[in-house]
């Protein structure tokens, strides 16, 4: 099972980038893959979470810019950034859950719901 993230890079604020995630192995047992991300010196937080229910969830400084999404045929995840700001400047990493888990509403952004990491991919937003 391994995940790979790409499409990371610099971007000027108010600029758009789209990671991918490409997600080999036994993906079929994945109930939920998200995109966390974490700043030098700050705890890793959830950016957005899409489930087999097809319910996306976000959280709230990337609402209306960021969409999650997957295309199941390649199994790949996806994670189209827009109107980039500063405070986007992150280590980007893919997740899934474990086989068979699934997620309370709360659950869905948390770094411990999931069981699965990429090795991330830098993100940088400059003014």
């Known amino acids: 099972v391994q995940l790979v993230e790409s499409g990371g890079g610099s971007g000027q604020a108010g600029g758009s980038l789209r990671l991918s995630c490409a997600a080999y192995?036994?993906?079929?047992?994945?109930?939920?893959m998200a995109w966390f991300r974490q700043a030098p010196g700050k705890e890793r937080e959830g950016v957005a979470t899409?489930?087999?229910?097809?319910?996306?969830s976000y959280a709230d400084s990337v609402r209306g810019r960021f969409t999650i999404s997957q295309d199941n045929a390649k199994n790949t995840l996806y994670l189209q950034m827009n109107s980039l700001k500063p405070e986007d400047t992150a280590m980007y990493y893919c997740?899934?859950?474990?086989?068979?888990?699934?997620?309370?509403?709360?659950?869905?952004?948390?770094?411990?719901?999931?069981?699965?990491w990429g090795q991330g991919t830098q993100v940088t937003a400059s003014s």
């Open positions: 997740a899934a859950t474990n086989p068979g888990r699934w997620l309370s509403w709360p659950e869905r952004l948390r770094a411990g719901s999931f069981g699965y």
């Open positions: 192995g036994y993906t079929a047992s994945w109930n939920y």
């Open positions: 899409v489930g087999s229910d097809g319910i996306s």
